[in-house]
């Protein structure tokens, strides 16, 4: 099956700082990758997404980048506040696997004022 | 608006008892999914359903069963419950499966079930 790999697990970071998650996929057909953030007591929910037509998205303090050939995306969070302490998965939908979205095993970010 | 409501939100009950957890999602969307996730956040796909018809059904037990009765709802009863059922479900919503594959995942906010 889809083997998504998600690093690192927990990521603790002062306030303004930035944090990366990457994560890395097996499935080369894969097109589409988002990232999910969950809040306590939450579900998941959508923060950014990249298509594999795109190498770099950004929303704000969120960005996103994408390395096809590498097979590999990450999550980019400047200016990090201590609202951004949470959860983040990523994810894709592997062709291979009827599209089903498979999840990386989350990063716990947390944010010290 | 709420767009995937999942009710209860929490249920305790006990080994052996039987119970359901109901979902539905105002989106519009045709494919709907069960998560589980357990004590290290792992969510771990269950079902997916596609207008109502099963697509997808990971290795679980076949004391869990989804029932679709159109494609807004899609709830889940589990018989005979056990310790290692203990978890948070959460039910979720997208676009048509195939043909969307680029389509988000909206989830409800979770049943976190405990069986003692």
């Known amino acids: 099956g889809e083997n998504v790999e998600q690093h690192p697990s927990t990521l603790s970071v002062q306030e303004g700082d930035s944090a990366v998650i990457k994560c890395t996929y097996s499935d080369s057909a894969s097109n589409y990758f988002p990232w999910y953030k969950q809040e306590l007591g939450k579900g998941p929910q959508l923060i950014i997404d990249?298509?594999?037509?795109?190498g770099e998205k950004k929303d704000q303090r969120i960005a996103v980048t994408l390395n096809k050939t590498a097979k590999h995306f990450s999550l980019h969070i400047t200016e990090t506040q201590p609202e951004d302490s949470a959860v983040y998965f990523c994810a894709v939908r592997p062709p291979r696997r009827s599209y089903i979205p498979t999840f990386g095993r989350g990063t716990s970010l947390i944010v010290h004022p | 608006d709420t767009a995937v409501s999942q009710t209860p939100k929490y249920l305790v009950t006990q080994m052996g008892n039987d119970k359901s957890i109901k979902c539905e999602q105002n989106?519009?969307?045709?494919?709907m999914y069960w998560y589980k996730q357990d004590s290290k956040k792992f969510l771990k796909i269950m079902f997916s359903y596609n207008n109502k018809e099963l697509i997808i059904n990971e290795t679980v037990p076949n004391r869990f069963s989804p029932k679709s009765p159109d494609k807004a709802h899609l709830n889940l009863h589990i018989n005979s419950l056990e310790l290692g059922d203990s978890a948070v479900y959460f039910c979720?919503?997208?676009?048509?499966?195939?043909?969307?594959?680029?389509?988000?995942?909206?989830f409800g906010n979770g049943t976190r079930l405990t069986v003692t």
């Open positions: 979720a919503s997208s676009q048509a499966q195939q043909g969307a594959d680029r389509s988000p995942l909206h």
């Open positions: 990249i298509r594999s037509n795109v």
């Open positions: 989106l519009g969307h045709d494919t």
